[in-house]
């Protein structure tokens, strides 16, 4: 079931009707979203854009693949999203109304997934490798190939860039439990934990201002960020809800 709630918890609205779906990720302007979507009829998953104003649904995908995990562009008129076979799995990029021909991009090393795009649109950000995973740069032009972008001895995932392009956040489990760290992808390097007891799945703010992120118990969580001469500053974790 689809819901939304204020980030003090209040307001809760509930979709009445009961759906397969997951991996809600809304456009970059904020008007659309895109989801996977499991309708009764069919075995297989496929990707479908929400209308947030009119209620229209486009659907993005229609053939027998397992198509999943849907990433907007920074322009939001293409997606990325994770698809073919399940022991056979590649990247897809296509238009966001549906039209036109997917670009197919091959994964790095096999499972891969998409969780960003560069701010310029050039590159995705993929996760790369079951256990030990890793993050990657791959190009959506698919002219060259990919890159390790986040790729030490323990696991690294589900990164995502600032909209400035200088800051990537992600989870990883080198202190033995998932934590969310900022590294620098310009400027001087730098490196900082922002969860405390465990934290996954971060996602910032469209202003850069924030970064949210949920604890092992599924909670959510946000912490301000600013940066003064240079350096990343976060503030305390604060807990999101009721």
Known sequence: VLAAVDRDGTNLRVDPVPQMLAWPRVSPDGRRLALMRLEWRRTNPDIWVEDLERGARTRITTTSDLDVLPVWSPDGRRLAHRSGKKNTPFISVTAAD??????????PRSPCEATDWSPDGANLIVNVGDGAGDVWLVPVSGDAPGRPLLADRFTERDARV??????????????????????????????VVVSSGGGDQPVWRRDGAELFFVN???????????VQDGRLLPGAAVRLGV
């Open 162 to 191: 600032s909209s400035d392009g200088r800051w990537i956040a992600y989870a990883s489990n080198e202190s033995g439990a998932f934590e969310v760290s900022v590294r620098s992808l310009s400027g001087p390097p730098q490196r």
């Open 216 to 226: 092992p118990q599924g909670q959510l969580h946000a912490v301000s960020v600013r």
């Open 98 to 107: 549906g039209s036109g021909v997917p670009v197919r991009l091959a994964c």
